[in-house]
């Protein structure tokens, strides 16, 4: 199946940890994006690459440290996680880095921090 | 800068017709989409509208006004499945990146 597929897709874990979660898409497309969506449901980018170069950093704590080995694969790594980062995580990809491309989501990552 | 509305629910009868609006402000413009999320899922890709006009795809319809700032989705004869959260977002300024709506949660009534 061609798809974008993240994993885990639920992640418990206490404050302080560090936690990976992976992403990967068979769709051959060049940019793939990191989405944090909240409680109120308003989806935020957080990263973007481009054939494994960043093009998007957002305002998105340090703590938070995005890896692209290559075009089809895109990582988020969280060190000493914190209750506010409890959220669903979306891996996404497009085509092309231009806004005006469709997005294609994986099906999110339930993180919730204790 | 940016902002999107979207009414935040609606409720609909299945079989019946909703349209579902949403206003913006920006200084550019580079399109608007719309996409649908279902409780627990991923979006998913609906609708691209780039210029003016009403644009069909099946039961779905998405119309854009550009000089008013104003785009809706029209659902017609409504499924139980069409019940999710519908998701307005456009380009931001800087073309990298999308400006999404909170969404607007259908519910749909037998």
């Known amino acids: 199946d061609t798809a974008v597929s993240q994993t885990p897709k639920y992640l418990v874990t206490q404050m302080g940890n560090d936690k990976s979660i992976k992403c990967e898409q068979n769709?051959?497309?060049?940019?793939m994006y990191w989405y944090k969506q909240d409680s109120k449901k308003f989806l935020k980018i957080m990263f973007s690459?481009?054939?494994?170069?960043?093009?998007i950093n957002e305002t998105v704590p340090n703590r938070f440290s995005p890896k692209s080995p290559d075009k089809a694969h895109l990582n988020l790594h969280i060190n000493s996680l914190e209750l506010g980062d409890s959220a669903v995580y979306f891996c996404a990809s497009s085509p092309f880095s231009g806004a005006d491309s469709p997005l294609h989501f994986g099906n999110g990552t339930r993180l919730t921090v204790t | 800068g940016q902002n999107i509305d979207q009414p935040t629910e609606m409720t609909a009868t299945e079989g019946a017709i909703v349209q579902i609006n949403c206003t913006y402000q920006t200084s550019g413009f580079n399109g608007l989409f719309w996409y649908q999320q279902h409780a627990g899922e991923a979006p998913t890709f609906l609708s691209y509208n780039v210029l003016d006009g009403l644009e069909e795809k099946g039961r779905f319809s998405s119309f854009l006004s550009r000089s008013k700032g104003y785009s809706y989705l029209l659902l017609k004869e409504l499924q139980m499945k069409d019940s999710a959260s519908y998701l307005c977002a456009l380009p931001a300024d800087s073309n990298y990146q999308l400006i999404w709506g909170a969404g607007t949660k259908l519910i749909i009534k037998p």
């Open positions: 690459y481009n054939n494994k170069e960043l093009i």
């Open positions: 769709l051959g497309h060049d940019t």
